[in-house]
T-cell receptor
Framework: NAGVTQTPKFQVLKTGQSMTLQCAQD?????MSWYRQDPGMGLRLIHY???????DQGEVPNGYNVSRSTTEDFPLRLLSAAPSQTSVYFC??????????????FGPGTRLTVL | SQQGEEDPQALSIQEGENATMNCSYK?????LQWYRQNSGRGLVHLIL?????REKHSGRLRVTLDTSKKSSSLLITASRAADTASYFC????????????FGTGTQLKVEL
């Protein structure tokens, strides 16, 4: 199993550009999520999904869109990039959902810089 | 907002010593998890403790949970240079399912 994969590893954007960060998992996990990590801030939840066709907002959803058309894929779209979105982005997946949410499997991250 | 706060923010010890990190959280939880992050890499799950458990062991790791004080500790015994990493606690709040909330982390450096 490849686990959780993310592409690209690095990306530089100009303010106002849009892009999609890709995330895929091959573990048949129902739960998938996106986090951003900024220095000294830990990880903050952007969006999550408990299954195909179901998404919801996390702590910092503004400026990001997600969709979940298949169990395997959970892309994160930046609509109009801003310097404040410069961060490292992590995708994660988990077998269990709801109150039984447990072990998260993380991808290697995408380092995004917005100029 | 951050649910968990780790203490200390940074810790430097010698190889062979024990390392203790603490996590405090604000609301009642279903479970608390600890993760490790090597520099520039993704997070790796270490251990999960449920709200009805008080202590859990995994190899050189020992986690305790005190729900009355809303706190947890992670003990790494006989530390090695390879344990150098950032350690994060994360909680699933009771009534807040589907969201895992991370603390700000402890940076551990183990020196030879």
């Amino acid at each position: 199993n490849a686990g959780v994969t993310q592409t690209p590893k690095f990306q530089v954007l100009k303010t106002g550009q849009s892009m999609t960060l890709q995330c895929a998992q091959d573990m048949n996990h129902e739960y998938m999520s996106w986090y951003r990590q900024d220095p000294g801030m830990g990880l903050r939840l952007i969006h999550y999904s408990v299954g195909a066709g179901i998404t919801d907002q996390g702590e910092v959803p503004n400026g990001y869109n997600v969709s979940r058309s298949t169990t395997e894929d959970f892309p994160l779209r930046l609509l109009s990039a801003a310097p404040s979105q410069t961060s490292v982005y992590f995708c994660a997946s988990s077998y269990s959902v709801g109150a039984r949410l447990d072990t998260q499997y993380f991808g290697p991250g995408t380092r995004l810089t917005v100029l | 907002s951050q649910q968990g706060e780790e203490d200390p923010q940074a810790l430097s010890i010698q190889e062979g010593e024990n390392a203790t990190m603490n996590c405090s959280y604000k609301t009642s939880i279903n479970n608390l998890q600890w993760y490790r992050q090597n520099s520039g890499r993704g997070l790796v799950h270490l251990i999960l403790i449920r709200s009805n458990e008080r202590e859990k062991h995994s190899g050189r790791l020992r986690v305790t949970l005190d729900t009355s004080k809303k706190s947890s500790s992670l003990l790494i015994t006989a530390s090695r240079a390879a344990d150098t990493a950032s350690y994060f606690c994360a909680t699933v709040s009771r009534g807040g399912g589907n969201k895992l909330t991370f603390g700000t982390g402890t940076q551990l450096k183990v020196e030879l």
